[in-house]
């Protein structure tokens, strides 16, 4: 039943992402009557949520094991006639394992995705539904981000309702929300930044492109480069979704900064809220006292 329920809500909000992508993206056109556009968007929704849950599988579930046989042996106590290599080998396999977790992301996101939309707009045109994705392979892979981006703002809204995933789920979205208010703000204050019509949509697909980037977290000894780091990241991910998707014009680099900077400066609280929800799951253990065994020392009576 859980399974059942989680493929009906990607495919709902995959549906709603596929008419935002419709809406938002020039290059895919879904026309005909009322009734045909809404078969158009549902198999062009169900052949993407097909492919991105089906595609991956093998290789999500082949990467799970090996994370899980990874955790058990670091779970073990040590060796202690092991070399320094071999008692390190599980954190390097651990490290390995969240890298390919994060390339594997990247692919279904560019590639999977965008293949699967493809998919149905060919399955569409053979049945004859007025649909059509132009553009080439920039336009491809921007609308399947456009899907991806919209389907997971709408999979966080449905978790709100969820007692156990509404913290996280409302700190996601209010991330999301304050991104989309700063965006709004540089568009209205800088010269040189400009969204296509309807503004309002555009930026909401922007500000969602720019939530799928990876969370970094960075802790630097000197003041301020932490935060200079994290910004330029931040303007090299808004500068690929300019380049990529044609959707904002930002004419020059001190209008990307001054962007990236607006929406870092507004994106601030939802930071904090994350960082003090870290550090509540995960409290500092109290340093050990070297002069105090583990186990205390029964206390003998004195009489």
């Known amino acids: 039943m859980k399974t059942t329920g989680r493929v009906v809500r990607e495919l709902v909000c995959a549906a709603v ?8 993206v020039p290059s895919l056109r879904i026309d005909g009557t009322v009734g045909e ?13 097909a492919v ?3 595609v991956p599988m093998p290789v999500r579930w082949m990467l799970g094991r090996a994370v ?17 290599w071999e008692f390190f080998a599980p954190i390097r396999r651990h490290l390995v394992y969240a890298g390919l977790s994060m390339v594997l992301s990247v692919v279904v996101l560019t590639v999977v995705g965008p293949l699967g ?17 132009a553009g080439g392979l920039k336009a491809l892979v921007t609308a399947g981000l456009v899907v991806a981006a919209v389907q997971m703002m709408l999979l966080l809204v449905l978790a709100v309702p969820v007692k156990r995933h509404r913290p996280g789920a409302l ?8 991104c989309w208010a700063g965006l709004a703000l540089a568009a209205a204050w800088l010269g040189g930044v400009e969204a296509t019509d309807p503004q309002w949509l555009t930026l909401a697909v922007v500000a969602a492109l720019f939530d799928l980037r990876f969370s970094l977290t960075l802790t ?3 003041p301020g480069v932490a935060s200079l780091v994290l910004v330029s990241f931040n303007a090299l991910v808004l500068w690929l979704i300019v380049w990529l998707t044609g959707l904002l014009h930002i004419d020059g680099f001190w209008p990307l900064i001054g962007t990236t900077a607006l929406m870092w400066v507004a994106e601030w609280p939802s930071r904090l809220a994350k960082a003090a929800a870290e550090a509540r799951a995960n409290p ?9 065994p583990d186990h205390h020392i029964p206390q003998t009576p004195l009489y």
């Open 17 to 24: 992402g596929v008419w935002v992508a419709s809406e938002a």
């Open 37 to 49: 556009r809404a078969g158009s968007v549902a198999l062009l929704a169900v052949l993407f949520t």
């Open 52 to 54: 991105v849950m089906l």
């Open 68 to 84: 899980a046989r990874n955790q058990r042996r670091m779970a073990e106590e040590p060796d202690g006639d092991a070399s320094e």
């Open 117 to 133: 939309l493809w998919a149905g707009v060919e399955f569409g045109a053979v049945l004859g539904l007025d649909v059509e994705l």
């Open 171 to 178: 700190r996601s979205l209010s991330g999301f929300l304050l």
């Open 220 to 222: 630097l000894p000197v």
């Open 284 to 292: 500092p253990q109290p340093p050990h006292d070297p002069f105090w």
